[in-house]
């Protein structure tokens, strides 16, 4: 496992913008062929209640931008020195989103900015990032963080797109006075669990890729995100409870020590299971996903802006982020928070 | 335990009605009868009534539930057995 130890370093503002077009599971339950009794039980196990998406043609570095711009009415954009993008659903495929945020934002060009291609573990591997490049020198970093699921999530695809929102966060780290500890994991050998099959170099787009093709009773295209539900399902059990466990070791915290354990959007019983085995019940927000869908890598700090705004901006805080999917990839944080700028999370604005 | 396993069966069957639940056998496989939610759904009734019974939660799912070929859900006996290790350590 990779372990980060960082001293110094603050998180000085988390912003989330979300779609600004509501979508009730009843709204789709006749499109994806659900009975009354199924939304119910999508309900009270998944926790799938509702989700906020884009309208088309809206990327997610306009949520980004859009968080931004806030955090830039509070703080002074001209120290920012790097920026980093994590997403994976850049705005072209070339070139890289950051450097276009960089402009629209008015940013210095004397910047480093780059993306990453992460998805649900994404807020930690771009918090890393940053962390790392404040540890090199920098005073201050804006990490863009979020995923249009809209653009990927197939329209007849009952097993994905029920439950995915739409969200772009940004957060500004800087030099400071907190510690972070973090550590990551990676493992391709589950990247066909989680896909977007063609588009790419390895399966280039062609007529086929827009065929639709019917599987696991879910209609969906070769490029539109496929999920095995089941290996997702049996992965976040197993690896989730011991990422947590190693992330309180290698920072030696107690969990008892912890105020909130802020964990990945993925579905509801995922995350009541886990908080049961770690007996954490009474720590864990309210699940997000339940009003905003799984927003992907925003789903951490989208959780903060929903639920936990008043105490990210009132009190000094220990907590524990961990994010897991896509890759396979999974990584977990013990980060302390010292009344940030966290305001209500934010629709978008045309 | 295979009891248990019965009245969580019988509780989940409140809800979903399925005439093939009500036919449970030494081998029933819960895949051939149960969607994945579905299986979720008797995980935590079963989980609910180990709670209940031994004062303990104890977590079923693992790197293996939603395995077709390794679940313990494959096959009745299996997941009585199954349980019995998780209850007894």
Known sequence: MAKFHFENIDIKAIVTTIGNKKIKIED??????????????????MGFNSRYVVKKGVCTSDLCFQSAKKIFEKFDKSKVEAL?????????????????????????KDIIAYDINLGCSGFIGGLINAYSLINSGLNSVLLCVGDVASNFSYCKDKNLTPLMGDAGSAILIEKGSNRADFVMHSDGSGYKHLIIPDGGCRNPFSEDSLKEVEEDGSVRRRVDMYMNGAEIFNFAVKVVPELINEVLEFSKTNKEEIDYFVLHQANKYILQTIAKKLKVEDKLPMETISIYGNQNSASIPGTINAFLNEDFSNKKLKVLFAGFGIGLSWGAGVVDIDKIYAPKIQEYKE | MKELVLDAIKELNKELKLKELEKIDENTNFFEILDSMAILDLILEIEKKIEEKYGKYIQIADENTMDVLKSPFRNFNELVKYLEGKVNG
């Open chain 1, 28 to 45: 789709e339950a006749e499109n994806f062929g659900y009975d009354e009794k199924m939304v119910n039980r999508l309900k009270k196990r």
């Open chain 1, 84 to 108: 980093i993008f994590v997403s994976q659903t850049p705005d072209y495929k070339a070139p890289s989103t950051a450097i276009i945020l960089q402009d629209r934002l008015g940013l210095s």
